[in-house]
């Protein structure tokens, strides 16, 4: 994907608070004869194996949370032992405005943005630098409406690279 984009359609008009609606990639565990490959990683240790994990969007109709968990140079079988579970290069549309309540391009009836009661389209753009992997633009659409965050320059990302 590093260079490319991934993009897709969400309703979160039915995802109130408490709930969250998540999309992300992960890098699937080991080689290791001793490890079942299907068994489900990410950067918390969910289901017993970390592995690295970008959360393209976690979400419900009041937030949205795109971050990059990287971990440690796995072993000699692909194994990791340790992950980064707070992330960073953090997209955050709750924080983004004092007192942290809805963002108002990002909230149910929005009518300058994103009206999370209805269908949406979200892109995610991988930006390339001298063949690292260097941060994302995360484009939301709706109608004639955009809200575009842009996360560029993010070294924490070139980790991230051989993930990508």
């Keep these: 994907m590093l260079g490319g984009s991934f993009e897709y359609d969400v309703n979160l008009s039915q995802v109130g608070c408490g709930c969250v609606t998540a999309l992300y990639t992960v890098l699937m565990p080991s080689v290791d004869d001793n490890v079942d490959p299907w068994k489900y990683c990410d950067a918390m240790g969910v289901g017993g194996y970390l592995c690295p994990e970008l959360d393209i969007m976690e979400a419900n109709k009041y937030a949205f949370y795109t971050t990059a968990h990287k971990c440690d140079t796995p072993d000699a079988f692909g194994n990791y032992s340790s992950c980064d579970r707070d992330g960073t290069c953090t997209s955050n549309l709750l924080d983004s405005v004092t007192g942290g309540g809805p963002h108002p391009d990002f909230k149910p009836n929005s ?14 753009d991988f930006h390339e630098e001298n063949s690292l992997f260097s941060g994302y633009t995360l484009t939301m659409t ?12 993010c070294s924490y990302l070139n980790a991230m690279t051989s993930d990508i």
């Design 111 to 124: 009518t300058s943005g994103i009206n999370t009661e209805e269908e949406f389209h979200v892109k995610i």
């Design 142 to 153: 709706q109608g004639a409406k955009e809200v575009v965050y842009n996360k560029s320059d």
